[in-house]
């Protein structure tokens, strides 16, 4: 009988014994995670001399769980079980390695398995608990909705020029003291849904359906209250690194996505627009991850034909971490191309942006974004000539969680367009509250 369990072992635990690491460590010190790869070695060799002892086993089966061997772990497990069946606490272990692995029908017996041996409430707590993740993990479809509403004091709510005079031709015209920009006081509403669709697939694929609404109320200038609706979807392809890895990333993942834009201005539509777009992302050597984009969106102008037209763009980005700060930096460049029904309509735009965030004290998150602008249009436009513009923009926030569902965000704005054409000079400075709830599914 030993003999054969020797035989049994020395079968099964050969091959798991030299399989590959299927989940990350839970060892981070490449030191520590070396001795306990030497440790689970000893062991190893000292279960062929014993082969029946259970608590080598066990001892092995965690050994191999620490170093992220899951599948070794359950082999022993399992070959526990052959020994002794009435092992309640191996079938709640064999249930949790299962669930880790993604392989939910077994996780789901071994640990329904448990209750019949009528374990402790804290066991059964644990159960329960596996179990109603598994459940969520087998959702084809995963829900999320955010409610938000917001206050923002502006200093520019009309919109209004940042120039005193305009050239016209030859002549030097005074602008109207109406035309000047003026403060007001905005209402915002946001609701956001985001549906996450497990397609089943070997590679952990899935496409995200979205859908946004939001408005902004003006106090005084009304005729600028605006709405906005996009409705989309994205495609995500988790690619092979051996066969269709570019910049020699890590999790490489193709995004194919379109999405749908209306836009109204004081409940008068003044805009359609389609994107479609590819994206390519994954992690570098260097712990960041990198984003590639190509769009192309086809807009049209209700109550501007010349300005219909094609944007053609690309996008590089990239975002790292700090692993003592937990600091995040970012940065993306983007190039431009407009094709419109008129010439001096047409441009090219290329831009910069920069972000930084980190966490703070008592769950405060702060961020800052800076972006710029540089839009230079092929043709002079009728009366004022070339057109030129640079557009600046800068950005802070404070973000709380106070409860499980809702959040706080502080935030200030301050922008800036200086053009070539005065009619186009632009500033404002913004200061705005917003109130999030996120637990609807």
Known sequence: M??????????????????SQNVAPSISDPDQLEITEQKKQVVFEQLFRDPTNLSLLFEYANLSILVGDLEAAIGVFEQMLIYDPALPR???ELGVLY??????ALANTYLKSVETFDPPLE????VDEFLKAIDTAREIFAWQQTLSLGWKHTTNG?????????EIGDLLLEVDPESKREGDRVTQYNYALNID???????????????????ERFNTFTQFNIQSNVLGARRNFNLDKNYFSFFNLSNPVFTPSFNLLRVLLDREEILRSGRIALDYSGRLDNGSSMLFSYYRDEKTFKSGMQKTGQVNGMSFGQTLTSPKSKAQYGYRVFLDNYRANVGYEFYENYGLELRYSRILKYQWKFSSTYSYQDKSHDEDYPLFGARHDQAQVFK????????????ADLGSELTSTNSSINIYKRSASNLSVKLSYQCIK
């Open 197 to 215: 669709q497990d397609l089943n697939h070997p590679r952990g694929d899935n496409i995200q359906y979205f859908f946004n609404y939001g408005s």
């Open 90 to 92: 191996i079938r709640l």
């Open 158 to 166: 009309n919109s209004g020029i940042n120039a005193s005079f305009i």
């Open 123 to 126: 066991v059964k707590a644990r």
């Open 99 to 104: 669930y880790r692995l993604g392989v939910y």
């Open 396 to 407: 802070l926030k404070f973000s709380k969680p106070f409860t499980k569902c809702w959040t």
């Open 2 to 19: 030993k003999f054969r369990a020797l035989m049994i072992f020395t079968c099964t635990t050969l091959c798991l014994h030299t399989s």
